[in-house]
């Protein structure tokens, strides 16, 4: 009888290990349960519908529906919910959510990837309808009919992380200027305060109220109540950052680790064998510091997935280390960082060297010449990457990739001076920032 | 006494290397030659200010005026050239220009960096007026000025490399069309053909007329003389590379390498103890295949400077290989690539794969997304990547870095594939172009 497969998880860490398994094992029989309707969104896109930039609206964040999908000959099941998992007896307890039946699928291999959650801290009124987390297209789709909707005026975002960011970006856009409330002394906590420091400055000269210190205490109808007095709202959205939803896996005893992410080795495989999760939900190991982690992103989600498929397959494939690599904007200015930043790596135990420069982004003669801040955090005894921070205009965030592939490599300081990086005057100026960067940090060590 | 240092030559080669001497050998006397009348320009920009893109006009490419030179307490001494070395001796002679006066200066040590000049063939009439190289500010305002001349209509630029491309595009800007006439069947040979061809589509879809394996035959007033027959033209730019200004290093007996540019150690060392050279004057040590290779390019004149000038100053530096990387635009298409082609891949004997991919450059639902072409030149048997190519719209080329990193750290596409590159919908799809053509490159091994 040929091999059953099933998926928990119809987003990108289930759909994209469907191909790679099939090349492995083409005879393999696939079932993927899907709670809700939608398969294989984009849900980093869902900042930049809510501010009205995608044009197309929100079927432009569906890479493939769930016809798509079936076309393909899979045997995906949406709004079709599993609800446990028995590692003994290798089944599935399904819910199927329309026709409201239960029943039980037995499997050879599962692959978990049943994502993340919004972090909602138990504030009182947390549940009160106004507050929005951001997490699937519902959400995209409710906040962007709020938008339609002249009484929403106050919003208030709780967190300025990536998301935070992103989303008053999107209310900007649409003409609202929101409030954005910061436990924090900084926007960006993962960026060194003097980077933080920058973004800051872009969000309020944007007309953003940003409140730093200033932790929420609850929510009523129409206010938000912080420690720094209460907040008018009509709309709420929660920032606050992206726990794994793993309740399924510990509920069936597998191993869950940091931020009670599901234990995986770097073939995917969590603490049973055959059974396989990926994505939002699992914990990876950071290439710098060899620490758990877990750090939602997309591009994990996809890669995970790739290697887990290939290993259910009957291949070998292996996840590699990560860098918590990030980039976003807010407004103007374009923000990235990889590997760690100073505080992590004095924690870590590194002897560690920082230092920032700022540079032109092209020939300072060049039309659209604008500043950019790299900040490099190296390892003074041997020089060595750890990690790297830009801040800057435009065509500045995307050259961290330069500094993602140095610490992959282990490359010194040294070593990234003499990178022969590309120079003309519409792209960079003779120096390259980052090289410029390893120079300066080069005179300090 | 103090220890005396020449310079020869007031441009980036020269005079990026005086802070380092001076870091050095803080009591050296340091005088500085140069038979112009300006210093520390940016060559580079001149196909921009022609085109009127610079603001502020060709006082905006000079990093450092003779002045400024002057007033850090540097012995410059503009309109002075040097006629001979006499490297036994150890003197310069030095004309004069303006005195027309005659003198001999000893040194202790001396550094060359006479820079490079414009291949002009011996074609019949090449050394008529209305035929210019692109050499130096005064070019560049020549070059201006004729742009106000309206009866200054047909242009006509032999070669199609960088220097053509960026010519041809500076022109489109002032409201000429010119024709561009190019010996090889593609503009930028360095190109594997396939995409050479897309470069030779841009243009042309600008209104330029392209007239590719058509050799020029010489110049006579008004006409250009090809092989496909004669083109009327006001003015002629010659696009046709630079070649090493070496012929005082020649004269003196100092060894010259490939195209006859002087050889140099990695210290920057010529063949005559304490006689050193930087710029497009010298050779390079290419990283890919350990071969010599003269490649003028304003980064490595800077780089070399700054070896030299730590080495002339009793320190101990080295001038890492380089891998020819470079980046332009032609129009809205942006070109980058670095290392080795397809073809030069099988003449250093590598058992080459080569496959291109093309990607959208952001997600596919954020504005401004467009296509970028992305080839990757791999050693077959180790997956080891030798070169990468990118054409493509905005925010593509300046990836080639990602490239030129892996490249220099000896790196596989399957570790490229990999990396933690950054992700967001603004800046990149989830897979970066650049892992896309490392995975599809894969499939192929």
């Known amino acids: 009888m040929a091999e059953r497969i099933i998926i928990i998880g119809g987003d990108a860490a289930g759909m994209a290990a469907v191909s790679q398994i099939r ?28 501010g009205g930039e995608v044009e197309g609206g929100i079927e432009q964040l569906v890479a493939r529906s769930p016809e798509q999908h079936r076309q393909t000959g899979l045997d995906l099941r949406t709004r079709h919910e599993a609800t446990a998992i028995d590692t003994t007896a290798r089944t599935v307890e399904v819910h199927d959510l329309d026709g409201d039946q239960r029943f039980t699928l037995e499997f050879d291999q599962l692959l978990i990837g049943t994502g993340g959650k919004p972090i909602r801290p138990p504030f009182p009124g947390i549940d009160l309808p106004f ?47 929101p409030t954005v409330v910061e436990m924090a002394s900084q926007p960006l906590t993962l960026l060194d305060p003097e980077l933080g420091a920058l973004i800051g400055d872009t969000m309020t000269s944007h007309g953003l109220d940003l409140r730093t210190e200033t932790a929420v205490e609850g929510f009523e109808p129409g206010v938000v109540h912080t420690s720094g007095g209460p907040i008018p709202a009509d709309l709420v959205v929660l920032g606050i950052g992206l726990g794994p939803d793993s309740q399924l896996a510990a509920d069936a005893g597998l191993d869950l680790g940091v931020s009670n992410a599901i234990v995986v080795d770097d073939r995917m495989q969590t603490s049973v064998e055959g059974i396989w999760a990926a994505g939002d939900c699992v914990e990876s190991t950071h290439l710098v510091t060899g620490q758990k982690v877990h750090i939602a992103l997309g591009t994990y989600a996809n890669k995970q997935a790739r290697v887990a498929g290939i290993n259910i397959g009957g291949g070998d494939a292996r996840m590699p280390g990560v860098l918590g ?80 592939v140095a610490i992959t490599a282990g490359m010194t300081i040294e070593q990234i001076l003499d990178l022969d990086l590309a120079y003309a005057p519409p792209f960079s100026p003779v120096w390259d920032p980052v090289a410029v960067a390893a120079r300066e940090t080069m005179k300090r060590r």
Request: aromatic share 4%; with cysteine.
């Open 325 to 404: 690599t990030a980039i976003t904007k807010a407004c103007d200015t374009e923000i990235a960082l990889t590997g760690i930043n100073s505080a992590q790596a004095a924690a870590a135990g590194f002897d560690v060297l920082t230092h920032s420069i700022t540079s032109p982004t092209r020939a300072h003669y060049y039309p659209g010449v604008s500043d950019m801040t790299v900040r490099l955090i190296v390892d003074r005894p041997t020089g060595r990457l750890l990690g790297a921070q830009i801040v800057g205009g435009g065509d500045s965030a995307k050259r961290i990739d330069t500094c993602v």
């Open 23 to 50: 090349k492995g094992a083409p005879e393999a029989e696939i079932i993927a349960l899907e709670k809700g309707t939608q398969t294989s969104y984009a849900a980093c896109g869902i900042p930049f519908l809510v």
């Open 131 to 177: 507050v929005h987390g951001v997490h699937g297209l519902d959400t995209g789709a409710r906040l962007l009919a709020a938008m339609e909707d002249e009484s929403v005026q106050n919003i208030v975002i709780v967190g300025a992380g990536y998301i935070g960011i992103e989303m008053a970006e999107a209310f900007l856009h649409q003409g609202r200027a």
